[in-house]
């Protein structure tokens, strides 16, 4: 299932940097788009969404971008910091398919100090 | 901070077992949900369950899986005869309202199966 792609499976970043990590998508049905936040032994923790009908939502050190001509989403974190560390997973929506997610593959983000 | 609680954290089974992995949702929580990664691979959508019915199921939830809320609290996914493809981390997640996505993920249940 390629409907979510995220095309960079790792990225290092010094502390205090923009990390910044990509998503794109094929399914023009898709209305909803999220990131989640993954730590070892743990389960997805949801950080940051977007609707489809805004092209950017800001949360803090958070910022998700989106660009429906492009399919394209992105996050952006800065200053990037130690405990941001994790797996980020892109994941979408169609609101005819109610909270049925479809993620992408994830990009492991080191912060480095 | 309310959570999604789930046991076992790990079972291992052996191929043509029955397993069942449980959940406990948060408890204002109306809509559940499992989800499965197999290692390496993406997380997948298997269910979703809303006043006691399923209500949106994918093509990998086939006759061998079911779910059930038994009482007030528990979710549960039953898996009948296990294959060594059902090896993964099962996600249980629950959500206060539908079409936002926002989903709250338990801390997962590996199943091993040999």
């Known amino acids: 299932d390629q409907q979510v792609k995220q095309n960079s499976p790792s990225l290092s970043v010094q502390e205090g940097r923009i990390s910044i990590l990509n998503c794109d998508y094929t399914?023009?049905?898709?209305?909803?788009f999220l990131w989640y936040k993954k730590y070892p032994a743990e389960g997805p923790t949801f950080l940051i969404s977007i609707s489809s009908i805004k092209d950017k939502n800001e949360d803090g050190r958070f910022t998700v971008f989106l660009n429906k001509s492009a399919k394209h989403l992105s996050l952006h974190i800065v200053p990037s910091q130690p405990g941001d560390s994790a797996v980020y997973f892109c994941?979408?929506?169609?609101?005819?398919?109610?909270?049925?997610?479809?993620f992408g593959g994830g990009t492991r983000v080191l912060v480095k100090p | 901070e309310p959570e999604v609680t789930q046991t076992p954290s790990h079972q291992v089974t052996q191929m043509g077992q029955e397993v069942i992995l449980r959940c406990v949702p948060i408890s204002n929580h109306l809509y559940f949900y499992w989800y499965r990664q197999i290692l390496g691979q993406k997380v997948e959508f298997l269910v979703s369950?809303?006043?006691?019915?399923?209500?949106?199921k994918s093509e990998i939830f086939d006759d061998q899986f079911s779910v059930e809320r038994p009482d007030g609290s528990n979710f549960t996914l039953k898996i009948r005869s296990t294959k060594l493809e059902d090896s993964a981390m099962y996600f249980c997640a629950s959500s206060v309202r539908v079409n936002t996505g926002e989903l709250f993920f338990g801390e997962g249940s590996r199943l091993t199966v040999l």
């Open positions: 369950f809303y006043n006691n019915e399923i209500s949106e």
């Open positions: 994941a979408a929506s169609a609101k005819a398919a109610g909270n049925k997610l479809t």
């Open positions: 399914n023009s049905m898709f209305d909803y």
